[in-house]
């Protein structure tokens, strides 16, 4: 499984952006997919996951109500919409695969990160 996230940039606080992960191969469907990131002097932290079908979504306490997953799988492809974005919200975004069924995932599969900076 190849990950290819992208749509990171610049933005001001409270604007948004739209993380896009493509995977590669014809087992999309039945991965469970996630979304970290890693702010510079940070361990990577945890923000959202999905189930294989999208009936199942997690987020951590801090991107409630902020960011949203979903995930498209006759695109191959899972998204994280942000919004409402702050300073802190600034990290390298990575999105991660598991073929873990329940949650919590593990999660195997990881592509490149793309980054995201929130000016004040």
């Known amino acids: 499984v190849q990950l290819q996230a992208s749509g990171g940039g610049l933005v001001q606080a409270g604007g948004s952006l739209r993380l896009s992960c493509a995977a590669s191969?014809?087992?999309?469907?039945?991965?469970?997919m996630g979304w970290f990131r890693q702010a510079p002097g940070k361990e990577r932290e945890f923000v959202a996951t999905i189930s294989w079908g999208s009936d199942s979504t997690y987020y951590a306490d801090s991107m409630k109500g902020r960011f949203t997953i979903s995930r498209d799988n006759a695109k191959n492809t899972v998204y994280l919409q942000m919004n409402s974005l702050k300073p802190e919200d600034t990290a390298v975004y990575y999105c991660?695969?598991?073929?873990?069924?329940?949650?919590?995932?593990?999660?195997?599969?990881w592509g490149q990160g793309t980054q995201v900076t929130v000016s004040s």
């Open positions: 191969g014809r087992t999309f469907s039945r991965l469970s």
């Open positions: 991660a695969a598991s073929f873990d069924m329940y949650y919590p995932y593990e999660f195997h599969y």
